[in-house]
Nanobody
Framework: QVQLVESGGGSVQGGGSLRLSCAGS????????MAWFRQPPGKEREGVAY???????RTADSVKGRFTISQDNAKTSLFLQMTGLKAEDSAMYYC?????????????????WGRGTQVTVSS
């Protein structure tokens, strides 16, 4: 059974940084894809970045150069390093996982989701 638990959210001023973590269990089969999504209030959930079981990453254009996705060596934790935060980055951030070789930033590609961690950026 896959379980994902996010942490590290909080309130920060514009230009600041945060590091989100996702503790994962049950993601033991390869290939897999793990990702971060976000959902601002009243808006649709959108993909932020993903990483595959072989380490390939992709980052959404809206955060490219500011956000970095990574995993620990044991591949049990997922991270999102966020720098240069802007007010428009404020959202609930979710960790997601999927098994298989096809990886994308589409919501429908992911079966397993955490409950989210809130990020609020003040301008």
């Amino acid at each position: 059974q896959v379980q994902l638990v996010e942490s590290g959210g909080g309130s920060v001023q514009g230009g600041g940084s945060l590091r989100l973590s996702c503790a994962g269990s049950g993601v033991t089969s390869s290939p897999y894809c793990m990702a971060w999504f976000r959902q601002p209030p009243g808006k649709e959930r959108e993909g932020v970045a993903y990483i595959t079981s072989v380490g390939t990453t992709r980052t959404a254009d809206s955060v490219k150069g500011r956000f970095t996705i990574s995993q620990d060596n044991a591949k049990t934790s997922l991270f999102l390093q966020m720098t240069g935060l802007k007010a428009e980055d404020s959202a609930m951030y979710y960790c997601a996982a999927a098994f298989g070789s096809v990886c994308s930033l589409g919501v429908s590609n992911f079966r397993y989701w955490g409950r989210g961690t809130q990020v609020t950026v003040s301008s």
